[in-house]
């Protein structure tokens, strides 16, 4: 009994993961690395790498690890900050981050195999609508069919808009 459950309930989730890279990364020190930053009293403020200017307007919060730019609006977290400054993407910010703050990722598989299912069963339903679309359209069986839709005022316009379908019965 303690197979799988074991398992669950000791592997880290990714949201785990997220908040220790969170944790283990100072957004002074990210920001430090690509502009400049000044200590002004008990705030940091950045020279904004959003928005050209010479004087630092976008204020750092170490304790919550976010940004903001007052002059061009620009703000959002570590991650939000690697992903715009490098071009990348969520989960490549997060990987970056994690193997710069020395955070092992659990990848989460039940999490990934869930996605992967999705993603058939999108497919599947999208080649079933496809299937009955064609059916309606070029069946012979279906033409009493395309006579009704038709009769009801349904031109080929709106047939393919909202691809129907005719379902052959077997
Ligand atoms: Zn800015």
Known sequence: MSGPFYNRRTMATD?????????????????EAVTTVKKQGRTFM?????HQ??????????AQGL????????GGDIFKFVQETHGLRFPEALE????????????DPAA????????????????ALDFFHDRLKNSE????VRSYVRGRGYDSDVVNRFKMG???TA
Not at 16 to 30: C, G, H, K, P, S
Not at 67 to 74: D, I, N, P, V
Not at 141 to 144: I, L, S
């Open 46 to 50: 950045a020279v904004c790498p959003f």
């Open 67 to 74: 940004y903001h730019c007052f002059g061009c609006g620009a």
């Open 53 to 62: 200017e010479k004087t630092p307007s976008m204020s750092l919060d170490a």
């Open 166 to 168: 005719y379902a052959p």
């Open 141 to 144: 069986e279906a033409g009493g």
């Open 112 to 127: 990934a195999k869930r996605r992967g299912e999705r993603e058939t069963l999108t497919e599947a339903v999208q080649a």
């Open 15 to 31: 949201r785990d993961d997220i908040e220790r890279v969170r944790q283990a990364t100072n957004i002074v020190e990210l920001v």
């Open 96 to 107: 970056l981050l994690a193997t710069r703050a020395g955070v092992t990722l659990h990848h």
